[in-house]
């Protein structure tokens, strides 16, 4: 049966692609068959044609998989993505990202799902980022910038996850500034107040080893 994941931040530049990107190298390196999908994107360089999310988790997967299924929704502008949606004259309706992951989840053993900025970003109408772990039915990865604010930040994340009845399968750390005062502390507070297992403490892009696959199911 095919295992999926929904990665999700406390912000929007808070390391959700490294994290994916991680999970997506360590699952394909023992075999699995690993596909990223990010289903809606915003900010896309002309002379590359696609999301820099988006071509990194394709290269961190060892699965061939159409771009439209991989990446239904893809906007130009570097904007929220209802507004980018509402600029473009568009809908972000959930039925086809359904649709696109049903179709990934046929090809692969696991599926990580990138989303766009933190937790609750809107999608139009109200709908947000975190219906899309609701209708696609995963447990959530909760990604946590360490950096100043991040304590209340993760808090209100879980409280958002919790609410929505998702399942929180665990957090991961991204030490994002390097210069933040504490931040080991920070991360022992996370650790012990957080319901849910630490996974993984991401310090310089370290990849996810066995005992962190462990944690999630599929080692």
Known sequence: MTRGFFVTGTDTGVGKTVAAVALLRACASRGLRAVGMKPVAAGI?????VNADVAALAAAGNVDAPLADR?????AEAVAPHLAAARAGIA????????????LAARADIVVVEGAGGALVPLGGRADMLDVARVLGLPVLLVVGLRLGCLSHARLGVLAIRARGLALAGWIACRIDPAMALAD???????????????????????????????????
């Open 92 to 103: 972000i309706e959930l039925a086809p990202i359904a649709a696109a992951y049903q179709r």
């Open 71 to 75: 990446n239904p929704y893809a906007f």
């Open 45 to 49: 360089d002309p002379q590359a044609g």
């Open 185 to 219: 502390e920070n991360l022992d507070w996370l650790r012990r107040e957080l319901p849910a297992p630490l996974i993984a403490d991401l310090a310089g892009h370290r990849p996810l080893d066995s005992a962190a696959l462990a944690r999630l199911g599929l080692a």
